[in-house]
């Protein structure tokens, strides 16, 4: 890494399908908004040879705006592939967004991924959702590196954030994140601030100056040497300490110098086994330019030290129906299995599915079997059906280029695979598998919506189908009993996007309303109702009269309904419609319009007509006797109680507990976890927890998460019932 002489490779960077899955790279980048992640591919891109000049792809003598990646990504939305060739490696570069909101985007890009670039901006420093997303790599074991942006900004300090870096990610063992090249900097400027022009490289002794637009190689000064040497001797020694030669180490100590040769070896083993982290440091080429500062140095990284698609594991595949299927890992020429990772839709094209082939090749017109599994509760119906598949294509801006298919390993589009979502399984169809899942976010801030006109009512079901399809961090309720649909994102702006998306893409305008909680209602103690319906208007009549007494049950219990009457007062064919009528009216509610629940209803006494009774005024008698009852009773109305965990920094512990009393929760206990954080246990109502999501983000600077599940209902303070109450008065 770094001795080698590379010119502008121009249309050989424009990355074709790939012909070996030891020729492709995947890597996703990685890091909180602003800190430069698409300014980096674009600069990347640039190098390849891929475009042109900043901001332009170049194909086949006509030229697109490179520019729709970017905005996308201003937007915050979009997972994006760009794929570029370097040295005859195929490097697919997936770009995700830096808002919290979009951590789907994010976990989609690290399932296609076999290698991970965080991307830290030198005046900006490292937020706390990098360090977590910087953990679940670690979890699995993905390679990384870490390539400092910024570089021209007054405050940015590439030796200082490089200190960070060793001290947030390296955890135990901070010399396992050590910079490979250090800033070489131009002459002063009026304001004090001396521009970085180029790069020394450690292990080669090398200087590469960019200030020309194109990298050019020399040899370092006399006055230079000292700081090198300094900084080469760490990064030797952290090498060799991840080194698989277990006497090297002994070796070097004992006075043997080691070639530049081994080195780069042992670093680029260690940097694909996922021990060893190197920093880089990269900037946009100036205009005009076609070299980035450190771009060079980045791509021979990326195709040198990260691992090949080879060497990443297959997730788990079974069959449709559950069974273990053992595949080899990433075989072109065994069964098909592939994975969408993003499905959108495209103005031109129609719908777009975005997919990492683990196994097997697919070819474009081939039927596939596509399997979707597992995501019932948000609204993604279960499927298994075959499709045939349209183009197969490698996008770059708003083009598309075609291919004839894709090996196990790549990634590409397909076009019009109506059935498949996001998270589905391609596989053969006579032979369909389907892939364990990954983990997605719950979406825990509801949102909702309500057609804004009859139109649009016509046209919303279809529109939400179409949303959640693409996007399976969102859920989609239809709530039963508040009767509002639902839409849960992960935050203010994934809704906003939502919104925007239905109204945009598929012509469905929306209002949003306050959203509601599931109350329930009971009785506070005993009560005795009278049912009367007599009504007499000429020819057949109406004629019921029961007596009945209500009093609570414990928790949990529902509607009891007991027969006491004696001497046939109830004729007994009438006994199942006095009890249809109180369940039926308890559904509706008797005080606030919630339904009724945890009460023993007994019937007593009655009357009946022998010619006027009837099936229907016993129903309405009953449902008569029941709201009088709650007429003359104490009713409570209940609230639904979450159970909440929330995992938050030490720092932070204090303020979540304090705002989580705030909202009438019960903190229930907490207990320590691995990297400085805290569970925190608590049960706090639902209704104070609508926000929850966007406000726990802000307490703890992004770094906190939380998940709920419902526990019971229990009554609610009689300041907050009649609240309640009042508003639904008001409303009728």
């Known amino acids: 890494m770094g001795d080698k002489a590379h010119t502008h490779p121009g249309a050989a960077g424009r990355a074709q399908a790939a012909d070996h899955p030891a020729s492709v790279r995947n890597v996703v980048l990685v890091g909180h908004s602003g800190s430069g992640k698409?300014?980096?591919?674009?600069?990347?891109?640039?190098?390849?040879?891929?475009?042109?000049?900043?901001g332009r792809v170049e194909d086949g003598g006509?030229?697109?705006?490179?520019?729709?990646?970017?905005?996308?990504?201003?937007?915050?939305v979009q997972l994006s592939l760009v794929p570029l060739e370097w040295d005859g490696i195929k490097v697919n570069l997936l770009d995700t967004p830096g808002y919290a909101d979009f951590v789907g985007e994010l976990r989609a890009g690290l399932r296609a991924a076999d290698a991970a670039l965080f991307v830290v901006s030198a005046s900006d420093g490292v937020d706390g959702s990098t360090r977590m997303v910087w953990d679940e790599c670690a979890a699995v074991g993905m390679p990384r590196a870490i390539v400092v942006t910024h570089l021209e900004a007054a405050r940015a300090d590439f030796e200082e954030m490089t200190r960070v870096c060793a001290e947030t990610f390296g955890g135990d063992d901070p010399d396992a994140v050590l910079p490979l090249y250090l800033p070489l900097h131009g002459p002063e400027g009026p304001d004090g601030h001396a521009p970085v022009t180029g790069l020394t490289g450690l292990l080669s002794r090398k200087l590469f100056d960019y200030s020309t637009g194109e990298r050019k190689e020399s040899e370092p000064g006399e006055d230079q040497l000292p700081l090198?040497?300094?900084?080469?001797?760490?990064?030797?020694?952290?090498?060799?300490?991840?080194?698989?030669?277990?006497?090297l180490m002994d070796r070097y100590l004992g006075g043997e110098q080691v070639d530049v040769e081994t080195l780069v070896e042992d670093l680029e083993r260690a940097v694909a086994r996922g021990v060893f982290f190197p920093v880089l440091a990269a900037a946009p080429a100036a205009d005009g330019a076609r070299q980035g500062l450190g771009t060079v140095e980045l791509l021979e990284l990326v195709t040198g030290g990260f691992p090949t698609p080879l060497e990443h594991g297959t997730p788990s595949v079974t069959t449709v129906d559950g069974r273990p299927r053992e595949l080899k890992p990433c075989d072109p020429d065994a069964p098909l299995v592939a994975e969408v990772v993003k499905t959108s839709s495209d103005p031109y094209v129609g719908r777009l599915s975005l997919i990492r082939l683990f196994s097997g090749t697919l070819r474009a017109d081939q039927t596939v079997h596509v399997s979707g599994h597992g995501l019932a509760d948000r609204g993604h119906e279960d499927h298994d059906v075959d499709e045939r598949i349209g183009a197969l294509s490698t996008p770059f801006g708003k083009q598309q280029r075609p291919v004839s298919?894709?090996?196990?390993?790549?990634l590409a589009c397909v076009a019009k695979l109506s059935r498949a979502e996001t998270g589905d399984t391609l596989s053969a169809k006579d032979d369909p598998l389907?892939?364990?899942p990954w983990e997605m976010p719950d979406p825990l801030l509801p949102l909702a919506i309500q057609a804004h006109s009859k139109p649009d009512e016509d046209k919303l079901s279809q529109g939400l189908s179409r949303l959640v399809a693409e996007d399976p961090t969102m859920r989609l309720e239809q709530n039963q009993d508040t009767h509002q649909v639902v839409l849960w994102c992960l935050g203010e702006a994934h809704a906003d996007v939502a919104l925007e998306r239905l109204r945009s893409r598929y012509g469905v305008q929306v209002d949003v309303v306050p959203h509601r909680v599931s109350l329930r209602e009971t009785f506070g103690g005993k009560a005795a109702g009278r049912g009367r319906h007599v009504k007499q208007s000429g020819g057949h009549g109406q004629f019921a009269i029961c007596e009945i007494e209500v009093?609570?049950?414990?928790?949990?219990?529902?509607?009891?309904?007991?027969?006491?009457?004696?001497g046939g007062a109830v004729p007994r064919q009438f006994i199942p419609s006095v009890e249809k009528g109180v369940r039926?009216?308890?559904?509706?509610?008797?005080?606030?319009?919630?339904?009724?629940?945890?009460?023993?209803?007994?019937?007593l006494d009655g009357k009946a007509h022998s010619v006027d009774s009837s099936d229907a005024a016993f129903q309405t008698a009953g449902a008569l006797a029941l709201r009088e009852a709650a007429a003359d009773a104490k009713i409570h109305l209940l609230e639904p109680v979450a159970e909440v965990s929330v995992l938050v920094g030490d720092d932070y512990v204090g303020p979540v507990m304090s705002d989580l009393s705030g909202r009438r929760g019960r903190v229930l206990g907490t207990e320590q976890s691995p990297g400085g954080r805290t569970l925190i246990k608590a049960e706090v109502p639902e209704i104070e927890i609508g926000r929850y999501a966007v406000d726990l983000r802000s307490l703890s600077h992004g770094t906190a998460r939380f998940s709920r599940r419902y526990a019971r209902h229990e009554p609610m303070p009689p300041n907050v019932a009649e609240r309640v109450k009042e508003e639904a008065r008001t409303a009728s």
């Not at 090198?228 to 277990?246: K, M």
């Open 584 to 603: 039926a009216q308890a559904v509706k509610g008797v005080a606030a319009g919630h339904p009724l629940i945890d009460v023993r209803v007994t019937l």
């Open 551 to 566: 009093e609570p049950l414990p928790n949990g219990s529902g509607i009891e309904f007991v027969d006491k009457v004696v």
């Open 228 to 247: 090198i040497e300094e900084a080469r001797g760490r990064l030797i020694e952290g090498i060799i300490a991840e080194s698989e030669d277990e006497t």
């Open 434 to 436: 389907l892939m364990e």
């Open 38 to 54: 698409t300014t980096l591919v674009e600069a990347l891109a640039l190098t390849a040879g891929a475009v042109n000049r900043a």
């Open 405 to 410: 298919h894709v090996i196990a390993g790549d």
């Open 62 to 76: 006509t030229v697109s705006d490179y520019d729709d990646i970017e905005h996308r990504q201003q937007r915050s």
